[in-house]
């Protein structure tokens, strides 16, 4: 099925550094979702936004909608061991709500 | 609290042998969906039902079947599960659907079901 193109696709990286990942799509999207799945467990809806140009911040997440709509990214400032798991984005849109996934991030934290 | 709930976490069965997954939600959400997870996959959906009206994404097997007997509950029935449908299914919930998209989907924990 369609998914959009999210990367980097793996991250290694020292507690305490920050993190960036995005996502882009050939198509345009009314809302952007970003998940994190830790393993043996659903997604968890980290943040959501639904407007173009849209920046929005949940603790130490930030990520913004780009402004053409196809488009989005996560920081993640100050990373500590439990944010390791797998992130996606997710754009959604059209009559039936569907969600079109990004292939994921996997980001490692080393204490 | 969970608010999407999935049982069993884990189920095992044998090749051939129908096998049901379970979901409630406490949300009372309008759509319920069921999403099939292969290992390092992105969820792929399978289908959802908008209250009582059932929408099959057209490339799932005719093997999943759903059932929803009221808004709390929905049921994925895999008829005769082989080894490719080893993976973790996933329920989720929105309150509505809207063609703005504005309904963010709300994902249980998942049932990992293996095949023997």
């Known amino acids: 099925g369609q998914q959009l193109n999210q990367s980097p696709q793996s991250m290694f990286i020292q507690e305490g550094e920050d993190v960036s990942m995005n996502c882009t799509s050939s198509?345009?999207?009314?809302?952007w979702l970003w998940y994190k799945q830790d393993p043996g467990e659903g997604p968890v809806l980290l943040i959501a936004?639904?407007?173009?140009?849209e920046l929005t911040s949940n603790g130490r997440l930030t990520a913004q909608f780009g402004i053409t709509r196809k488009d989005s990214f996560l920081n993640i400032s100050a990373s500590i061991p439990s944010d390791v798991g797998i992130y996606f984005c997710?754009?959604?849109?059209?009559?039936?709500?569907?969600?079109?996934f990004g292939t994921g991030t996997l980001l490692a934290v080393q204490p | 609290d969970a608010m999407v709930i999935q049982n069993p976490r884990y189920q095992v069965t044998q090749f051939g042998k129908p096998v049901t997954l379970s979901c409630s939600q406490t949300?009372?959400?309008?759509?319920m969906y069921w999403y099939q997870q292969k290992s390092s996959q992105a969820p792929k959906l399978l289908f959802h039902?908008?209250?009582?009206?059932?929408?099959n994404e057209a490339d799932t097997p005719d093997n999943f079947q759903s059932r929803r007997p009221n808004t709390s509950f929905c049921f994925l029935d895999i008829r005769s599960p082989g080894l490719g449908d080893a993976a973790m299914y996933l329920c989720?919930?929105?309150?509505?659907?809207?063609?703005?998209?504005?309904?963010?989907?709300?994902f249980g924990d998942g049932t990992r079901l293996s095949i023997l």
């Open positions: 949300l009372n959400h309008n759509v």
């Open positions: 936004l639904y407007k173009a140009g």
């Open positions: 997710a754009g959604q849109g059209g009559a039936t709500n569907k969600l079109i």
């Open positions: 198509s345009i999207f009314n809302t």
């Open positions: 989720a919930t929105s309150r509505d659907l809207t063609p703005r998209g504005n309904q963010p989907q709300h």
């Open positions: 039902y908008y209250d009582k009206d059932f929408n």
